[in-house]
């Protein structure tokens, strides 16, 4: 952790996944596409490189539409495991609830989620603490206070602590604890 570079925003992308019907409403999409142009015209203007990763679920479809509403200094990944370039970011912007949160809290990096999709009901007790969530209303102030605010933001790295310990069992030793209990199955069954 301590040979981070700090480059960029990095935004994980998941649009609408068609998995329910108000994914496919013009309602849906067009929120997607304002919360997307809000996100860009944000981090543009704070002067901050963004990088925007695609899930893995993401269309074609949609990566083209995104695409037309980024300037060429973007840059765009669209293959690939998000966790290489969670180290250098400065901060975890998304728009669901995804392992990337996770994944960026273990590496101590603030996470911020953008609400989209929220028609699925209210967000359960995970989904509230995993990480700040703020309306695309709120996103430009919310945005500026982590990067301006350090005892904000090391509020929210701290809540990200706590919600990483909350959720995994034997981090940092996991693969050591589950060779143990292997062990003690094999040695329990013959």
Not at 13 to 37: A, F, M, Q, V, W
């Amino acid at each position: 952790l301590e040979n981070q570079k700090i480059e960029y925003i990095l935004l994980a992308i998941e649009g609408p996944r068609h998995t329910n019907i108000h994914d496919y409403t013009n309602r849906t999409n067009d929120e997607y596409l304002i919360i997307l142009k809000t996100i860009f015209e944000t981090i543009h203007n704070s002067g901050k490189k963004l990088l925007v990763k695609f899930h893995p679920n993401e269309s074609e479809i949609n990566k083209t539409s995104i695409e037309s509403l980024l300037n060429p200094s973007v840059k765009i990944i669209k293959t690939g495991d998000i966790i290489s370039y969670i180290p250098n970011c400065e901060l975890l912007l998304t728009m669901s609830i995804t392992t990337s949160i996770l994944d960026a809290q273990i590496l101590k990096k603030p996470v911020l989620r953008i609400s989209f999709r929220e028609w699925m009901g209210k967000p359960d007790v995970c989904r509230k603490i995993s990480s700040p969530v703020t309306t695309i209303n709120n996103f430009e102030s919310t945005f500026n206070k982590i990067l301006n605010n350090l005892e904000f933001r090391q509020q929210i790295i701290s809540d990200g602590d706590d919600f990483v310990h909350n959720c995994l069992s034997f981090p940092g030793t996991s693969s050591l604890q589950l060779t143990k209990i292997l062990k003690n199955f094999l040695n329990s069954s013959k």
